[in-house]
């Protein structure tokens, strides 16, 4: 509180000089009342003369040789006056009863004077006190914005950065073997760190030192674990801040708060600043934005291009920044000079993702039967951090049942609980709606044994799990690109329940709506995206930049947008006769194996092989992995239906 003291010292000086006003050490005037001053002082003939002050109180002064004795025995001789004081209602009631006693006592009458003080220190302090109030609410708003500021700190510091130091007194404990697969990122982080360390071995051959490095990648991909990790390794401090914190409520904080991070990390080169979310403060200035009132966020960016370009070259401060949102940065943000390298992570491979159990394992006390290669067969599509939270729902789920090592059995649970949500066994589904879940998913998992695209059929099941009734695991294969053929044929097994309910009772239900969602922008895609249609001819309204989808207008003529309409609809159309042409032809076996959901609730891959024969080496699997049409963890679900808001399976596991 060092910035205080000049405040506190005002106010004790204030209220030091209203004492001393008041008579300081030295006893004052006591109070009294006319009565008492009528029949003790006036009538005594002990009055020496009265001042009247501010029309409003009368000063008594007692004759000097009255002091010390009688009436006055405790003021004691010579002592300078007022003695007495009272309040007077007004100055002429005052003189008037005042004649009148000094007429009915037959005394001569007492000299009064008048005087105007001025309380000066009265009169600062009432012009202080409303400032002082308006200041400590300003104080008190400052210290709840900044709610993430430590305990005590300075309200004055608001504009500082908060970020986190580490450094030789504090370490990160995360190090490189604690992130899994990500080879070439950490090749790449690696090399920022020799950077700081050796500089001249670059700079001896004219090459100049990358100022910013920019992590991109799906949330959950191991960003922040990369960024951890090298503040483990690297022996330079490591500043590390979200991008969130920059943002205030009030204009230019976020700026001065850039300002003074790298500030600190210019004292301290060789530094590392890690700036995680970027996207908070990095968004592209378009002008979709400029009826909105951001000044504040832009003056952030502009602070941090102005430090990220300003820094000399060498001045050993190298920036991280890590987003999953690329395509609403700043252009000027990701140009050569400030965030010079890209480092993309993607979802894990399946040597990666074994890689990632293994290390999530190490703290498990597992059984003998755990097999990565089947694990991570069955996490296509699983993110890092996916992989993690099923490590962990394993473990608790081996603890539910006391056992006292995890099992295989607990990860297959843990995926499916990830996947699908929890069992709801005891949920009460009327036999109705039970036959139709059955058929349902019967519909779904025939269409998918007899495309040629389709993922691998695992295992169905009508046990209702989160807000799902029925669902199917498949087992997608990794593709990095998608024919046509792949994407129809994934339509058609999304179909499948719902042609399978109109052709078994001839009526359609709500229960596709999941399907419905997945279908219709799986078909958007395909014509609005990829340009699979021959009429619309190979263009693609894909906006990689971001910049349509904050913009109202759409970069085609209704025109298109009506062809486009026209052309999805078309698609589905297509895709739904198809499907219900397969399932008449195969119809015995969707009903054989709706029968044998009702029964068993939950049919397994050996039930599956029994109805369909052995799975064909021509049933191939897709598993979309391109940014715009999102799917992966292989379900199918059949929604509940409810008055409220239809909810669908949440496919994303949550973190
Ligand atoms: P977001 O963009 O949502 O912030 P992120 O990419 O920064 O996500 P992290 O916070 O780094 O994701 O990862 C979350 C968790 O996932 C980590 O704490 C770690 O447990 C696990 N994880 C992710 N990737 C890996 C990996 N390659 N190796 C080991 N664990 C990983």
Redesign the pocket.
Known sequence: MNNWWWVYLLIIGLLLAQWLSMGGFTAGPQETNWMDFKSEMLAQGAVDHIVVVNKERAEVFIKGEKLGQGRFEKIPKGRPGPHYFFNIGSVESFENKLAKAEEELQIDPIPITYEERVNWVANILSWLLPFAIIIGIWMLILRRAGGGMRGGMNPFDFGKSKAQLFDKDQRSNVSFK?????EEAKLEVKEIVDFLKNPERYTRLGAKIPKGVI?V????????????AVAGEAQVPFFSISGSEFVEMFVGVGASRVRDLFKKAKEKAPSIIFI??IDAIGRSRSKAFSMQPNDERESTLNQLLTEMDGFENNTGVIVIA???RMDILDRALLRPGRFDRHIY?DL?TFT?RK??FK??MRKLKLGKDIDLDTLAAHTPGF???????ICNEAALIAARNNKSKVEMQDFYDAIDRVVAGLEKKNKIISEREKNIVAHHEAGHATVSRYLKHADKLLKVSIVPRGRSLGAAWYLPEEHNIYTEAQFMDRLCVALGGRAAEDLVFGEISSGALDDLEKVTKQAYTMVAYYGFDKELGNLSYYDSTGEYSQSLQKPYSEETARLIDEKVRDLVRRAYERTKKILTEHEDQMLELAKLLLEKEVVDRKDLEKIFGPDGASVKSAQELTGSVKDGKGTSALSESSNEEPETIDEKPA?
Do not use: Q, S
């Not at 604690?178 to 990500?182: N, P, R, T, W």
């Open positions: 604690d992130v899994a697969g990500l992590l990648g799906p949330p959950g991909t191991g960003k922040t674990l990369l960024a951890k995680d979310e890590a987003t999953n992570l894990p990666e890689a990632i290390v999530h993110t890092g951090a996916d992989i993690a939270n973190k």
